[in-house]
């Protein structure tokens, strides 16, 4: 069984407030938040905000960028891309390791 190295897009989702996180985001591409917006935008506390976003940066499904003390988050589009392109993958049933697996063999 391979090893993932990075947080798997289920791994990141796994809960509402960051499969809210990462919707938000994306509809609102190229745009960066503060903290604070971000969680007025979906409405939860900051505090929630800073244990759910932790897990999507960690992941890179969302980009931080410290400006000071503040922190300003961003979808990552590519991230995002790679892991929609292994979905597709996987729903057609080819390797979705684009290096190729070495447990697959013809």
Known sequence: MEELDELSL???TGTKTRAELLDF???NPG???YGTELAKNIDIAPAVL???ILKLVE???VDCKNIGAMKFYSINPKKIEEEAQKLI???RGENADPAGSKNNKP
């Open 25 to 27: 985001l994306s509809k």
């Open 31 to 33: 745009k960066t938040f």
């Open 50 to 52: 800073s244990r759910a």
């Open 89 to 91: 993958a996987l729903t």
């Open 59 to 61: 992941g890179g499904y």
């Open 10 to 12: 289920f791994q990141v």
